[in-house]
């Protein structure tokens, strides 16, 4: 059985029978978003803009009236019957797991999915998944308890990055939640029930949160980004405005920074016309999604890149551009304090000889100079970080704007587009445990500090089982 197997006509009354032997009469095959007309390729049909499924609904009244085989059900009025078009939903990207073929020759309302999935391929793919969510999870938790626990660690800065912490984290909470419970779960579901299961769920509260979630973390990494970059220029640039810079100010900024990602991640929910939180069965998790549009449009909604625009290709230039500002006001500070410090030398060296306020003067000229070179290095070593922790971003999440934007040209469809969509979408889930990793590698103070509290903790559990056992 093949993908145009699972539609089967049907039949009105009181309309003569074609004169040729019964068959599939230009019927359509509506998969996610694409239309297949008798005879025609599914791979060069029009890949779907969005979904994972057609928004064509079956009639399971006619349904039940047909077999298997595609022939037409007893009835008393076959001789006045025509044959019509039915929609019916099938599944475009199945599990990673799963071979797409074997799965496809699978009956539609009775075989199970397991039977079509690869064995090795499943305990792999939960065992990535699950190490993802457990170490992004235990990384950027540490960041948090760092700072509530180290009095020395509650400053600006660490605040900054505790709640960008809590931001990736929500990420490994939400792999942790979602992946391996649905791989138990559509194990033994028919590609026609998981149709209906993704049908159903699509826009329910269950669908919003999560799919709400995953856009919050994402979006309030990209904002945090966006607040470090302005940050540590505001810090090189204006030096002593920003040690003079209320805490209250940096709260204020974060509490607008978790807003606007909550905003942006439910408002969608209230233009359902457009946009949809649905399941994706290709990478097990919720997400916010545009709304399929028809099947014959054709061309692109607009709201969907205005949304984006807004919400991740201008933050995301913010960002860039305040770094290579950052990393030129730095440069020309260094480079300034260098060769204030050269001329101050080379006018010692030729002069033969000099008043001692005219030493006295240069030598507190050189250690102004060298004095402001050192209150850079700190600042300059932060930028480096962010810098990191951009280009980091920029790599994770890439590979699925390549992968997205192939889909829409048409590139990757149906029957090749699960591997590249999942492995890039899980490339971008490593954004949140590369910010924790940058943390640690990076900050020698945030090193000390949970060696510090590691060995206390330590000390504690030892005095605690030695008095257990007096």
């Known amino acids: 059985m093949n993908e145009t197997d699972k539609l089967v006509p049907v039949f009105e009354p009181d309309m003569m029978p074609p004169t040729e032997p019964l068959e599939i009469h230009r019927r359509k095959l509506v998969l996610p978003g694409i239309t297949v007309m008798a005879g025609q390729s599914p791979t060069k049909a029009t890949f779907p803009r969005s979904g994972m499924f057609s928004d064509a609904v079956s009639n399971e009244e006619n349904d039940r009236k047909l077999n298997t085989k595609g022939k037409a059900p007893l009835n008393p009025n076959a001789g006045k019957l025509k044959p019509i078009v039915l929609k019916t939903q099938v599944l475009c990207g199945f599990p990673p797991y799963n071979d797409r073929e074997a799965c496809i020759q699978q009956d539609y309302y009775i075989d199970p999915l397991f039977q079509c999935e690869n064995s090795s391929a499943l305990i792999l793919f939960a065992c990535i998944a699950m190490l993802l969510g457990l170490v992004t999870v235990c990384i950027n938790s540490v960041i948090p308890i760092v700072v509530l626990l180290d009095s020395g660690m509650r400053s600006q800065y660490y605040g900054i990055k505790a709640s960008l912490a809590i931001a990736d984290m929500i ?241 990757l469809t149906c029957s090749n587009y699960t591997i590249p969509y999942v492995v890039s979408f899980y490339i971008g889930m490593l954004n949140s445990v590369a910010n924790g990793l940058i943390y640690s590698v990076r900050d020698k103070r945030f090193r000390s500090s949970v060696g510090k509290l590691v060995l206390s903790s330590a000390l504690i559990c030892r005095k605690s089982n030695h008095a257990t056992r007096q």
């Open 171 to 411: 990420s490994g909470i939400l792999v942790l939640a979602a992946v391996l419970p649905h791989v138990f779960k559509f194990r033994y579901m028919t590609e026609a029930k998981l149709v209906e299961y993704v049908h159903t769920d699509t826009n329910s509260p269950v669908a919003i949160i999560a799919g709400a979630l995953l856009t919050v973390s994402k979006q309030a990494s990209l904002l945090h980004l966006m607040f470090l970059s302005i940050e540590r220029f505001v810090a090189i640039k204006w030096s002593v405005w920003h040690m003079k810079r209320s805490s209250k100010t940096v709260a204020a900024i974060l509490v607008g920074i978790w807003t606007v990602s909550v905003t942006c991640a439910f408002t969608p929910a209230a233009f359902a016309e457009y946009f949809q939180y649905q399941f994706q069965p290709p990478v097990l998790m919720h997400m916010m999604t545009l709304r399929s549009p028809d099947v014959n449009a054709t061309a692109l909604d607009w709201r969907g890149p205005v949304y984006a625009s807004i919400t991740i290709f201008a933050p995301y230039t913010i960002t860039v551009v305040f770094c290579v500002l950052t990393g030129i006001v730095s440069y020309r500070k260094l480079r300034s304090s260098a060769l204030f410090f050269r001329k101050k030398q080379a006018r010692g060296g030729h002069k033969d000889f000099a008043d001692s306020s005219s030493i006295a003067f240069s030598i507190n000229s050189v250690s102004k100079s060298r004095s402001r070179k050192r209150r850079l290095q700190p600042e300059i070593a932060v930028f480096l970080t962010l810098l990191i922790m951009v280009t980091a971003f920029t790599i994770t999440l890439l590979p699925f704007t390549i992968v997205v934007i192939m889909v829409i040209a048409e590139v």
